[in-house]
């Protein structure tokens, strides 16, 4: 394990963040992988209910508690160990029948990278991710699969490349939005009218008992042929996002 690189990393944190990747330390020092995830969902759960401050009161707990996870997990990640991640994934049906690439659009939720390491462990491969900024080595990480995926960062030629890749019936991932509830950008949609390639949404969402749901939906114009259709497709992304959220409003 690299709990060397999680000690240094301690050293430039704030408190905030230093107190997660000391629980996360403790939790590698002390704990089976295999009960790595149910430690980070109990201390996400405390954490979520006794750190409040600074944190937006207009999110619901349920909805902190997936942010905390989701850091966590994030942490655990450097390890760079498996460990077991409980989650289900449902809409996998979706992600066949194309001729000109596919692309799966996703928002800024708590989880969404144990959706893309759960299309990666069902055999579904992503050849490339859109990320608005660079990483160290060029590729991502995911949660619940030690497989890394090529970024493409989004400048002014990154288009090209993704075209490519799409007129190569190859499938991308990206987020829709900049940050969490920022308006979603239609350019990614109008790619996909240009050229015919299908769209899917994908969604996470954190239940009360720890279970991760991931979900992947069409959007009502897969093949969308308009801006009247892609439109469409930015207001059902949008309704999704909303309906995600309302179920962590109920909890």
């Known amino acids: 394990m690299q709990l060397n690189k999680l000690i240094k990393n301690t050293d430039r944190l704030t408190s905030r963040r230093w107190l997660l990747h000391i629980i996360v330390l403790l ?32 999110l619901s707990t349920p909805y902190k508690i997936a942010e905390r996870l989701n850091t966590l ?11 077991h991640i409980p989650s289900t994934l449902t809409g996998e049906q979706y992600l066949g029948g194309y001729e000109n690439g596919i692309i799966i659009c996703t928002v800024h939720l708590p989880l969404i990278k144990v959706g893309v390491a759960n299309l990666m462990n069902n055999g579904f491969v992503i050849d490339a991710a859109i990320a608005g900024k660079p990483t160290d080595d060029g590729f991502m990480s995911v949660w619940g699969s030690l497989v890394r995926i090529p970024v493409i ?5 990154s288009l090209i490349r993704v075209k490519s890749l799409l007129q190569n019936n190859k499938s991308i991932g990206l987020m829709v939005d900049s940050f ?51 439109e469409a497709n930015i207001n059902a992304i949008k309704n999704g996002l909303n309906s995600v959220l309302g179920k962590y409003q109920n909890l």
Do not use: C, H
């Open 27 to 58: 939790i590698t020092l002390f704990l089976p992988n295999k009960s790595w995830y149910r430690s980070a969902f109990f201390w996400s759960r405390k954490l979520a209910y006794f750190n409040k401050k600074g944190m937006n009161s207009q």
């Open 73 to 83: 997990l994030s942490i655990l990640r450097r390890t760079n160990t498996n460990f």
């Open 153 to 157: 960062v989004a400048d002014v030629n």
């Open 180 to 230: 969490f509830q920022k308006p979603i950008s239609p350019n990614i949609f109008r790619l996909a009218s240009k050229i015919g390639a299908k769209v899917v949404f994908l969604y996470a969402y954190l239940r009360e008992d720890g279970l991760i749901e991931t979900t992947i939906e069409l959007p009502p114009y897969p093949f969308s042929r308009n801006e009247v259709e892609v």
